[in-house]
């Protein structure tokens, strides 16, 4: 059984700064996908951030590129997202995802059928 666990959410004026934490357990971590998705309210999930299980390759949505980084410690099991210059628009719950199966892609991943954490929930104050 896959767990994940956000933290680091909270209130915060436009222009700051949050870090996203992501604490895995129950299987092998550093063989996996993992990514950041987003939901505000009235509004359906969307894609963040992903990243591959090396951390070698990452992607962004264009919403937040040159704002957000995704990262990964595989020895901590964790996964990160420093999200720099908020905007209102970033308010949401930041849920977690990481693959069901090992050594894929982040392009080639299922992520409706991912394992999800519970969420975090961010506001951005103008």
């Known amino acids: 059984q896959v767990q994940l666990v956000e933290s680091g959410g909270g209130l915060v004026q436009a222009g700051g700064s949050l870090r996203l934490s992501c604490a895995a357990s129950?299987?092998?971590?550093?063989?996996?996908?993992m990514g950041w998705f987003r939901q505000a309210p009235g509004k359906e999930r969307e894609f963040v951030a992903t990243?591959?299980?090396?951390?070698?390759?990452?992607t962004y949505a264009d919403s937040v590129k040159g704002r957000f980084t995704i990262s990964r410690d595989n020895a901590k099991k964790s996964l990160y997202l420093q999200m720099n210059s908020l905007k209102p628009e970033d308010t949401a719950v930041y849920y977690c995802?990481?693959?069901?199966?090992?050594?894929?892609?982040?392009?080639?991943?299922?992520?409706?059928?991912?394992?999800w954490g519970q969420g975090t929930q961010v506001t951005v104050s103008s």
């Open positions: 990243i591959s299980s090396s951390g070698g390759i990452t």
């Open positions: 129950g299987r092998t971590f550093s063989s996996y996908a």
């Open positions: 995802a990481a693959d069901r199966s090992p050594s894929r892609l982040p392009s080639q991943t299922k992520w409706d059928n991912a394992y």
